[in-house]
Nanobody, 127 residues
C-alpha cells in the first residue's frame, strides 16, 4: 500500500501561482503511474496531469496544458500551477497506480486506474 499526503493548497487570486506537493512512499525504481486529479463541487473527478516513473513521460489535460507542470523529486510528486483561473478551483488529489495503464508511453488519466489516493488539498482561485 502506498501512502500519499498532499500539501500546498490554499487561496490565490486569478493569475497567481501555487505549488502542490505530495509526499509518497513509492520506491524510486518502481514502474508506477502517478498523477494529479481534481474534483470541483458537483463534478466528476478528472485527471489533469500524470507521470510515468519508468520513462518520466508526462501527460496534461488540455485545460491545464502550458500552465501546470508535474514533476517528481525523490519521494515527492509536485504540481506547479501558474496563471491560475477561477475554474481551477477544486479539491486536488495525488494518486498512484501500481499497475500502469499506458497509451503511447503515457499514463492515462483514468481515476479508476489509480488505486492509491491522498486525502486531498483545496485550491481556491478568486477572480
Amino acid at each position: 500500500q502506498v501512502q500519499l499526503v498532499e500539501s500546498g493548497g490554499g487561496s490565490v487570486q486569478a493569475g497567481g501561482s501555487l505549488r502542490l506537493s505530495c509526499a509518497h512512499s513509492v520506491v524510486t525504481y518502481s514502474r508506477v503511474c502517478m498523477g494529479w486529479f481534481r474534483q470541483a463541487p458537483g463534478k466528476e473527478r478528472e485527471g489533469i496531469a500524470t507521470l510515468y516513473t519508468a520513462y518520466g513521460s508526462t501527460y496534461y489535460d488540455d485545460s491545464v496544458k502550458g500552465r501546470f507542470t508535474i514533476s517528481r523529486d525523490k519521494n515527492t510528486l509536485n504540481l506547479q500551477m501558474s496563471s491560475l483561473k477561477p475554474e481551477d478551483t477544486a479539491m486536488y488529489y495525488c494518486a498512484a497506480g501500481l499497475t500502469p495503464y499506458l497509451r503511447g508511453g503515457y499514463c492515462q488519466p483514468d481515476p479508476g486506474r489509480f488505486g492509491n489516493w491522498g486525502q486531498g488539498t483545496q485550491v481556491t482561485v478568486s477572480s
